[in-house]
């Protein structure tokens, strides 16, 4: 059974920083970062890929996030600078084992973390 763990989750003002962890057993391969908003659909925000390292990015992130991978401590982080109250969201650390994260397609990921809140103020 696949645990994700999200962490380092909190609030700042708007120009802060923060960085999100997300840890397991071990990681189930392709990764990802999606975040959800209330009243808002789920949405992604950066991938991956194990193997390569190869990076994606959401254009409304692109340039102040970055996502990386620690595969000796199977820890995934997102690192996320210049944050804008847009940004306040619950973010979910998402892993997928044979093929590579969709950031439009949610629904095809099967592992999920339960979620750590970022909240940007103004």
């Known amino acids: 059974q696949v645990q994700l763990v999200e962490s380092g989750g909190g609030s700042v003002q708007a120009g802060g920083t923060l960085t999100l962890s997300c840890t397991a057993s071990?990681?189930?391969?392709?990764m990802a970062w999606f975040r959800q908003a209330p009243g808002k659909q789920r949405e992604g925000v950066a991938g991956?890929?194990?193997?390569?390292?190869?990076?994606y990015y959401a254009n409304s992130v692109q340039g102040r996030f970055t996502i990386s991978q620690d595969n000796a401590k199977n820890t995934v982080y997102l690192r996320m600078n210049s944050l804008k109250p847009e940004d306040t969201a619950m973010y979910y650390c998402?892993?997928?084992?044979?093929?590579?994260?969709?950031?439009?397609?949610?629904?095809?990921?099967?592992?999920w973390g339960r979620g750590t809140q970022v909240t940007v103020s103004s």
């Open positions: 991956i890929y194990r193997g390569s390292g190869a990076t």
């Open positions: 998402a892993g997928r084992s044979e093929f590579g994260i969709s950031l439009q397609r949610p629904s095809e990921v099967p592992y």
């Open positions: 071990k990681l189930p391969g392709n």
